[in-house]
Structure formats: C-alpha cells, structure tokens
C-alpha cells in the first residue's frame, strides 16, 4: 500500500509517498481502507519537537476491512462498517495511507446520512475538546447532563472557533453547561449558532486586547464565579490574561506541550492544567508532559472514558444532535498531504479542516 512520511524540513513540512506493506491488526485493532483522512496541526508540530519523519496523520474514515480476534468476538463491528477513528499519535499506521491501523476502542460507526468527509473532522479534535472539560476539570460528561435547575456554571473558551474551541462548545452545550463565554475572532459566525442567548451565552472578540477582553469577559458573566476555562489556542501566552479573569481555585486547561505555564503574571490561586489528547490511548501523560497530574490515577481512566465517549458522539451523529466541523477538501488524495499541512502552518485554514479524498 501507499503511505505519506511527514518530515520537519524548514521553514515548512515536506511529504514523500512510499509504498509499505499493508499493516495485520493485533486483537484490540480494526484495519481501516481509507477513504478519508483529516489533518490536525499536531500533524507536524510533534515532528519538529521530537525531529522524526513518520505517517503523522491520526484523522481517519473509511471501510472495516479486517479486525483483530477480541474486537470480531464483540459483534460491534463487521467488515464494510463505515467507520471513523482517532489512531495513536507517531505509531505505525496512520491516517496517512491507503489503509490505517486503529484500536477499536476509539473507533466509531459512522451513522447514515453523515459523510466521510465531515466524520473524519470529529475523532481526535472532539476528544481533544472533551478530555480537559470531562476529566481534567472533571465538569459533567454530556450524557450525564445538567440539570436546568442547577445554578449557572460558567465556562469561557478561548479559541472558540477554532476545531477544537467549537467541539467544545458543541459538548458544554450537550451537557447543558452555561453561560458560555466564546472568544474567538473573523470567523466567529460558525460557532455561534451553538450558543444559547438565553442562558447567557455570548461571543467575545479577542482582537481588541487583552485589557478589554478582560474587562469584555467580566462584564458577560455579570457577576458570577468562573472556575472553568479552555484556552484552545494556547500561543502567544494568551492563557496569561485568561488567568487573569478566574476565581481564586479556578482552572484553565492549555494545550501546548512545549511551554513551562509559570509567568509571574498568572495568580497563584488559578491552576493551568496541560491536556494531553493522547492519554485516550495510554492513560497516562509523557514523562516530559508539563503540568503532570498530581495523581496519574485520574488519568488512566481516560481510556475507559474515550471507549463510552465514541459511542456516544456515535450515537449523537445518528439522531442529528452532532456534526462534524466544516472542512475544505485537498484535491491530489495522499498528494494533497503536503499542500494540506503547509497551508496549516501557514496559518491559512480559518473556521475549517482540511480533509483529503484518499480512497475516493
């Protein structure tokens, strides 16, 4: 089979296609024939931190084509499912290729009605989105949702309309969490039309500064305590005056994994906590991963977690309830990947993801 190999050249990624043998799954995996794969921009950020060339790609839907002997004994799935899937990052048999390796844990049907193209947007990004909502900051999952009831439980999300900023607004919103504070910028229109008015939900524009955004968030909570944040952009030390704006033993979850988080400029009584998406698969962080958990038992459960996770969002494509992000697709297949990335990097993908038709 043919595959991509993603290298960290300068100043942007370059690809090569290669021609491998086709991968057997291991009892707990499902071999995918790949129709659809979708980039991230850990796709190449993680090859320059560690300067390796691999098949970065950990998007993917397509057809089951083979399963391993626990994952048949199940009955979940059967060759020819349409299927999407999150594959463990920089391991063989990636998204990348004419067929990918995946662990049926983090697999999922795809329902009728829904494409390849928008259910290769949701596997790693969604889970990315859920993990520091549902576990790190330990918020109530969306199938155990809130009651209206409840007091308002605020929650701000910077970088909302980013892939992973909108996911998470799609999840807070399914598991009934308001008020809402999205910050996000020229391409806000998407991620608006998930936000209830009502409930106090609003978006803010993060392109007037710091100082005014700050004031912008304290004036659209009205008052209340704000323990719960996001800030899935995480560049440019923007979780410094998000920091700013909590309540003391408040929280707010980052996403880069090569910075320290300990300007002088953040309270001492609001907690940066580090997501690590690929604790899905390992439950466990990296021994470099900074901000380590203060118990490593809280984390092994994200396995567990992201297994009733996917069939939820499963579940949740087929009643309507769910969707995709918006994607763009580009055109070549696996040649594609290149163009795909270096427009990532350039910073060119504003409200979208790019997606490649491999198998089509």
């Known amino acids: ?57 950990d998007d993917v839907a397509g057809y089951v084509h083979a399963m391993g002997n626990h994952v048949a004994l199940t009955n979940e799935f059967k060759i020819g499912d349409r299927v999407a899937a999150f594959h463990p990052m920089l391991t063989p048999g990636g998204a990348y290729a004419e067929y990918a390796l995946v ?21 790693l990004t969604s889970m990315a989105a859920a993990l520091p909502l549902f576990r790190r900051q330990e918020l109530p999952a969306p199938w155990m949702k809130r009651s209206s009831n409840e007091p308002p439980l605020p929650l701000i999300i910077y970088g909302a309309s980013s892939a992973l900023g909108t996911f998470a607004v799609k999840l807070a919103r399914h598991a009934n969490i308001h008020p809402i504070i999205a910050i996000a910028g020229s391409s806000a229109s998407y991620v608006t039309k998930f936000l209830d008015e009502s409930k106090g939900d609003t978006v803010i524009d993060y392109r007037q500064g710091p100082d005014k955004l700050k004031a912008a968030i ?73 901000r380590q958990p ?57 409200g979208v993801k790019y997606v490649y038709q491999v198998g089509e």
């Open 218 to 290: 304290k004036a659209a909570l009205k008052g209340l305590n704000v323990y719960h944040a996001l800030d899935c952009f995480s560049e440019n030390k923007s979780w410094v005056p998000l920091s700013q704006v909590m309540s003391p033993g408040g929280t707010v979850s980052v996403f880069q994994g090569i910075e320290k988080y300990d300007e002088l400029d953040i309270p001492s009584n609001v907690r940066i906590s580090f997501s690590l998406v690929g604790t899905a698969h390992t439950g466990a962080f990296l021994p470099n991963s900074p």
């Open 294 to 350: 203060a118990d490593p038992e809280t984390v092994r459960g994200d396995t567990e977690f992201a297994y009733v996770f996917y069939r939820y969002v499963s579940r949740m494509l087929s009643t309507g309830e769910f969707e995709g992000h918006p994607y763009e697709i580009i055109p070549g297949g696996l040649n594609g990947v290149r163009t795909g990335l270096q427009k990532l990097q350039r910073g060119e993908a504003k």
């Open 1 to 57: 089979m043919k595959q991509v190999v993603v290298s960290p050249t300068k100043p942007l990624v370059s690809t090569e296609i290669v021609d491998v043998e086709i991968p057997s799954p291991g009892d707990d995996q499902i071999l995918i024939q790949v129709i659809i794969a979708s980039s991230n921009p850990k796709d190449f950020k993680h090859l320059y931190v560690r300067g390796i060339s691999v098949n970065s790609g």
């Open 103 to 123: 662990p049926a844990a983090t697999t999922f049907l795809i329902p009728k009605g829904v494409s390849f193209e928008s259910a290769a947007t949701i596997p």
